[in-house]
């Protein structure tokens, strides 16, 4: 009996010496590493090219550590099947999650999506979602609005113009944004919008933006959306004040640069790409706005002559929106042709601006490169 009693009393003190070991350590004392994920990304540009590619880049060299990926990237890619024989490249090569990152690849990602169930993909601007097919996209019409309503602040001309590349519901709803904040805050004034009929040719972009401020000599501000430079280097060295686009250019065109509207892709590949490590993604379709922060207007410069109302404004403006209480396809709207689209109290859907956006905000000019 006493055999058992100490026997016990033994066993029961190894347990609770190994109890407080236990409890004495720290994750610090686990070594533990996610296993490597070969994540494969198909870019329309260069990762240094302080656009889109380069946005894409940062926002995923930003979570590589921290979530083990080796990742390659296939850079200015062509569409059609050259996105075809990259994904498949990128697959022989053990990538088991492609982030495609363009309109332009759309249609030949889905394909491949289908191809490869086993396969995570991520495709930027796209609709759809399958299994394995997430699609992304940020509301970038929120902040092209607040950068609208510092153009409409600071302009002296009341001309203001936008140099886009392609005409598109994609298109539509960041023009129509814009010239909502500029109306907003300067009713007088006006949008001229240009296309230059390319996202990144920079030859074709330079072209279209010295037509545009060429033939509108009162233009003294110019915003543009393309995933080229050429818009905002035209009009830089020309001494027109500037929008900048997907990124913060205040160090490339200081003398010029208002603000810059900004994508910030980081916590959306954590979340996403955590998902896919645990195979626990299942295809959706998210469209992370202010709130998210996926989205941010860059701090406004010393170029601004009206800074500190400018800076009142777009706080106020984001303060509603991030709250969910307002929108900026809210209230009543009117079409450059003065017809109604929405009504005091109402809210435009998600569904229409993506998909039934096919005419301009009141405020819109547009003109033709000839």
Same mark, same amino acid.
């Given at each position: 009996?006493?055999?058992?009693?100490?026997?016990?009393?033994?066993?029961?003190?190894?347990?609770?010496?190994?109890?407080?070991?236990?409890?004495?350590?720290?994750?610090?004392?686990?070594?533990?590493?996610?296993?490597?994920?070969?994540?494969?990304?198909?870019?329309?540009?260069?990762?240094?090219?302080?656009?889109?590619?380069?946005?894409?880049?940062?926002?995923?060299?930003?979570?590589?550590?921290?979530?083990?990926?080796?990742?390659?990237?296939?850079?200015?890619?062509?569409?059609?099947?050259?996105?075809?024989?990259?994904? +498949?490249? &990128?697959?022989? @090569?053990?990538?088991?999650? $492609?982030?495609?990152?363009?309109? /332009?690849?759309?249609?030949?990602? !889905?394909?491949?999506?289908?191809?490869?169930?086993?396969?995570?993909?991520?495709?930027?601007?796209?609709?759809?979602?399958?299994?394995?097919?997430?699609?992304?996209?940020?509301?970038?019409?929120?902040?092209?609005?607040?950068?609208?309503?510092?153009?409409?602040?600071?302009?002296?001309?009341?001309?203001?113009?936008?140099?886009?590349?392609?005409?598109?519901?994609?298109?539509?709803?960041?023009?129509?944004?814009?010239?909502?904040?500029?109306?907003?805050?300067?009713?007088?004034?006006?949008?001229?919008?240009?296309?230059?009929?390319?996202?990144?040719?920079?030859?074709?972009?330079?072209?279209?933006?010295? +037509?545009? &401020?060429?033939? @509108?000599?009162?233009?003294? $501000?110019?915003?543009?959306?393309? /995933?080229?430079?050429?818009?905002? !280097?035209?009009?830089?060295?020309?001494?027109?004040?500037?929008?900048?686009?997907?990124?913060?250019?205040?160090?490339?065109?200081?003398?010029?640069?208002?603000?810059?509207?900004?994508?910030?892709?980081?916590?959306?590949?954590?979340?996403?790409?955590?998902?896919?490590?645990?195979?626990?993604?299942?295809?959706?379709?998210?469209?992370?706005?202010?709130?998210?922060?996926?989205?941010?207007?860059?701090?406004?410069?010393?170029?601004?002559?009206?800074?500190?109302?400018?800076?009142?404004?777009?706080?106020?403006?984001?303060?509603?929106?991030?709250?969910?209480?307002?929108?900026?396809?809210?209230?009543?709207?009117?079409?450059?042709?003065?017809?109604?689209?929405?009504?005091?109290?109402?809210?435009?859907? /998600?569904?229409?601006?993506?998909? !039934?956006?096919?005419?301009?905000?009141?405020?819109?000019?547009?003109?033709?490169?000839?």
């Amino acid at each position: 009996m006493k055999k058992f009693l100490v026997l016990g009393i033994a066993t029961l003190f190894v347990i609770a010496v190994g109890a407080v070991l236990m409890m004495s350590q720290t994750s610090d004392d686990y070594d533990y590493e996610l296993p490597e994920t070969k994540v494969g990304v198909i870019l329309n540009g260069y990762i240094d090219n302080h656009a889109l590619a380069q946005a894409t880049y940062e926002g995923l060299e930003a979570v590589k550590d921290e979530l083990n990926l080796n990742i390659t990237y296939m850079e200015n890619i062509y569409a059609g099947e050259e996105v075809r024989s990259s994904i +498949e490249t &990128l697959i022989e @090569n053990g990538c088991t999650i $492609i982030i495609s990152t363009s309109h /332009d690849y759309i249609e030949d990602t !889905e394909f491949e999506a289908q191809q490869h169930a086993d396969i995570y993909f991520l495709q930027l601007f796209g609709e759809k979602y399958y299994s394995n097919y997430t699609s992304y996209r940020a509301r970038m019409y929120q902040i092209s609005y607040l950068a609208g309503l510092v153009a409409g602040n600071e302009t002296s001309t009341d001309k203001i113009g936008y140099l886009a590349a392609i005409p598109g519901y994609e298109t539509l709803k960041i023009i129509n944004a814009f010239t909502k904040g500029v109306r907003d805050i300067n009713p007088y004034a006006s949008v001229i919008v240009s296309y230059s009929g390319s996202w990144t040719d920079e030859d074709i972009n330079t072209y279209a933006t010295k +037509e545009l &401020l060429d033939n @509108n000599s009162d233009i003294d $501000i110019l915003a543009y959306y393309t /995933d080229s430079l050429a818009p905002i !280097e035209y009009a830089d060295s020309v001494g027109i004040k500037t929008i900048g686009n997907i990124m913060d250019l205040s160090e490339l065109y200081p003398d010029t640069i208002l603000t810059s509207c900004i994508y910030n892709f980081e916590e959306f590949y954590r979340t996403e790409l955590t998902l896919c490590i645990q195979q626990k993604l299942n295809g959706s379709y998210t469209w992370g706005g202010i709130d998210t922060e996926v989205v941010s207007l860059a701090p406004l410069s010393d170029n601004n002559r009206n800074k500190i109302s400018s800076q009142m404004l777009t706080a106020e403006k984001q303060g509603l929106m991030a709250s969910g209480k307002w929108d900026v396809y809210k209230d009543k709207i009117r079409d450059n042709h003065q017809i109604i689209r929405l009504y005091d109290g109402e809210w435009m859907s /998600d569904y229409t601006i993506l998909n !039934e956006m096919d005419w301009y905000i009141d405020g819109v000019e547009l003109y033709e490169v000839k």
